[in-house]
């Protein structure tokens, strides 16, 4: 069964500090998505980036980057350089690309971040 | 990627009566789905509409309390039926689209006095 575990419940960083995400999944499929989101206090969901199973290689947007590690089984997510405008919920899901299943969004618990300036 | 709008953005409702969530789509979405996330928690899947067909619940979740509609490919509504407060949350609308993008509404946040 799939399943996505962000360990980090809450996090405070201050400002212009570097801060690191954790997520760890579980599934049996060997096609699988993973997916960052940010979640706002207005509520409406962020897309921040998806990665495929076949595709290991970190990904980096601006003060964003992405760590994928199958080994490990993790996608963790970096921001450098923390701005306020970062506090926000983050949310890890993975998909997984069953021919049989619908393929929603598994979610992980989330982590709140907050930037302290 | 598609934009779906999600109505209404949020409601206070009397307990015992019915809200019922509106998404429309600005392109034709293969599956839809429905989630809610109580107040600190996480996503929640209740159930995933097909157009044409009966949508399928997660465990948990019934129709007869959350009945669905999928008339075409680019809507669908969510009703809360008789309402509780513990039905106080945000509802969420996703569309999946192309390969394994998905969009989302932008909530609904309900609450039941």
């Known amino acids: 069964a799939q399943k996505v575990t962000q360990a980090q419940t809450e996090i405070s960083v201050v400002e212009k500090e570097d801060v690191t995400l954790d997520c760890v999944y579980e599934?049996?499929?060997?096609?699988?998505?993973l997916f960052w989101y940010k979640q706002p206090p207005s509520g409406e969901l962020v897309f921040l980036i998806r990665r495929n199973s076949f595709d290991e290689q970190n990904e980096i947007s601006g003060r964003y980057s992405w760590n994928f590690q199958k080994s490990t089984s993790s996608f963790n997510f970096t921001i450098t350089a923390s701005q306020v405008v970062d506090s926000a919920v983050y949310f890890c899901?993975?998909?997984?690309?069953?021919?049989?299943?619908?393929?929603?969004?598994?979610f992980g618990t989330g982590t709140r971040l907050t930037v302290i300036p | 990627s598609a934009v779906i709008s999600q109505k209404p953005s949020r409601d206070i409702c009397q307990r015992g009566t019915s809200l019922t969530i509106q998404c429309q789509v600005d392109?034709?979405?293969?599956?839809m789905f429905w989630y809610r996330q109580q107040p600190g928690q996480s996503l929640t899947l209740i159930a995933t509409?097909?157009?044409?067909?009966?949508?399928?619940?997660e465990s948990g979740f019934v129709i007869d309390k959350f009945p669905i509609s999928r008339p075409n490919l680019t809507f669908s509504t969510l009703t809360v039926s008789n309402m509780s407060p513990e039905d106080s949350s945000i509802y969420l609308c996703s569309g999946r689209t192309g390969y394994y993008g998905y969009t989302f509404g932008s909530g609904t946040r309900l609450t039941v006095v």
């Open positions: 392109s034709q979405v293969t599956m």
């Open positions: 599934t049996r499929d060997t096609t699988y998505y």
């Open positions: 509409a097909n157009q044409g067909s009966e949508a399928t619940y």
């Open positions: 899901a993975l998909s997984e690309a069953s021919q049989t299943g619908a393929n929603n969004l598994f």
